[in-house]
């Protein structure tokens, strides 16, 4: 698997794939400094004046609503309507289902209305997108285990049979219809920064952007990111250091830090 | 006090509460960052629709109106209404009062509609607050020394004297009806990083979320925001890597680096 | 040059120039923390209640329409329409133009309907504004080398005699009506974190708020931001550490590093 993950990479740095990312205000910054680093061209928009047009000259399509509202979803929708339309993948980030009825039940809806591509959220995210009635989130933080919405995952991936579904927590799930694969790799510094699940959202739409199955592009991408987040943790002496080396790491990978 | 901060530090971080943000988009990746670095847990939201929810699940409520509109304002009245129907404690942040008559006003509107636990601001917008005619703000800067505003908050404590205020500066004072208490702690690094007054309000936040007793709580975060600025800016090199140092700092303390 | 860049820094670091920015949401933590660690004063707003305040309180503009939509633009006119009343120098960034009709026309409708001081734009947001038609712009990021964009600021300076442009790029350009000059410094990092481009048109606002020559501001500011780059590339390990390097040596020059 590593010498596919470093050729879509070397394709993804050649290519610059421009991922448009509809997103929340808090963690753009991060996601931006991230897809950069990582070789791909951001781009953020907030008008429905412009989805077309963007829309066709993306690669992949990023939909976060961590910060929605009515405004959002009208733009949000009109995006997906042009994705679909336009046949460029969407990837949804579910931030905070479970934390109100109003995302859970938006972020349904955005599944439902749409071909969306892959899913990818924290464990409580996932069961509460299947519509699970114990609130497994505080927040937008997960509270339960990566391992237990493995099933929300994989009745999801019946529902959608055309959806990839990412956990992403102390074990990573990819979860198809057919088939799911995991590990268990990464740094407990991760959920300490803010944007840690968004940016990989967008790295998976990045690496997908550069590598047409899904399953594989998301498996490449989460697998890529715990490996970076690893390698950030060495000599990081807290969430602030941490966060500067990933995103120097995400730049420097595979030449200088790459191993098993 | 530095042994029961420390038992207040424990204790956050075994609960991590809840905190809510309704706070403006400049700064919203720091606090957020910061808040995870200290071992609460930051939700932000930009939806009326989700108000009573999210607050019923946080533990406390920062309103920082820094990038006031009609939107925000409706937001922020919605999420401070069920804030005292539920008895969850409002941290308010009245950036730039002063600097405009607009936010002025609508800080002051805040501050008389709902029972604010805690008001946080630097000298000229404590000033402001009170209705002080000369201008002591240069933008969302002060000009006024904090203890030029002493006299302002203490006049603001017997006005509301449910509330207690902070106000931050080379000198930090907390101020309530019947009491006060000041010290000159800190780096000078504080003031050339933006947000550093907002996670100041919202570690207040989480900090009173652990704490019940309003002025002491205020009193062990601002003093112990300013030590973490002293530790910080130790082998700082400038603002950016203050900043990085800051939220490192947030997350050891106080392992390593505790000291008078 | 030197001496004088040195003169004017000085004078910066004393006046504190407050710049009021009506910015883009991805961008504003990053050009507030740079904005401040160069010694001026940042402001953002959202509200149109504040800008005739706002506008003459401060001492320059920047409208960066890089998260456009139709509440932005309300904003941005009104504020424009302010500071040409108040005679406050304004310096529009055209983020995006290029990338959608509806960028490409609304900057060009903010340079046509308001006198604007200096516009700053990469190779293909300067093509973009003159109404080329051939696309030089991905998403945000330009095609077209600085190089090429040259005569399309010539253009546009003879269109708009009163107003300044700035092409950045491996090759930075500052043109006028009667003269241009140029200079090839800088860092390969600049483009791989997210708003340095839009740093760099508030830190030339912040040297024209202190230097009347909107000509010598642009060059001085455009020179001393790409020698920063390059001091901070020393040592930087990727984009993130060069971005903590940045904001530091904004606030160290030139007494450190400073040469030629």
Redesign the interface.
């Known amino acids: 698997m590593f010498e596919n993950t470093i050729k879509l990479l070397t394709q993804l740095r050649k290519t610059?794939p421009?991922i448009?990312n509809i997103t929340?205000?808090?963690?753009?910054?991060?996601v931006?400094?991230g897809l950069?680093?990582l070789g791909a061209?951001?781009?953020?928009?907030?008008?429905k004046?412009?989805s077309e047009?963007?829309v066709k000259?993306?690669n992949a399509i990023v939909i976060n609503p961590?910060?929605?509202?009515?405004?959002?979803l009208e733009l949000a929708h009109e995006v997906c309507r042009f994705a679909n339309k336009y046949q460029k993948p969407i990837i949804l980030d579910p931030v905070?289902a479970g934390?109100?009825?109003?995302?859970t039940k938006n972020c349904q809806k955005l599944l439902k209305d749409y071909k969306i591509d892959i899913v990818r959220g924290n464990g409580g995210e996932i069961m509460a997108l299947l519509g699970d009635e114990h609130k497994q989130t505080?927040?937008?933080?997960s509270l339960a285990g990566s391992d237990v919405a493995l099933e929300s995952a994989k009745k999801l991936a019946k529902l959608y049979p055309s959806t990839v579904f990412v956990i992403s927590g102390k074990t990573d799930w990819v979860v198809s219809e057919n088939k799911f694969t995991s590990f268990e790799r990464g740094s407990a510094m991760m959920?300490?920064?803010?944007?840690s699940g968004c940016l990989l959202t967008s790295v998976i739409a990045a690496f997908h952007a550069s590598f047409h199955d899904a399953f594989e592009a998301s498996s490449m991408a989460a697998l890529f990111y715990s490996i970076c987040g690893e390698v950030a943790e060495e000599k990081s002496?807290?969430?602030?250091?941490f966060?500067?080396?990933?995103?120097?790491?995400?730049?420097?990978m595979p030449e200088k830090h790459w191993y098993e």
């Open positions: 610059k421009l448009l929340n205000v808090v963690t753009m910054d991060f931006a400094n950069l680093s061209s951001p781009i953020m928009s907030d008008a004046e412009e047009e963007l000259i993306s961590g910060t929605l509202s009515e405004h959002y905070g934390a109100s009825d109003y995302r505080k927040g937008v933080d959920p300490l920064i803010t944007g002496k807290g969430p602030g250091s966060r500067t080396r990933f995103i120097d790491t995400l730049f420097q």
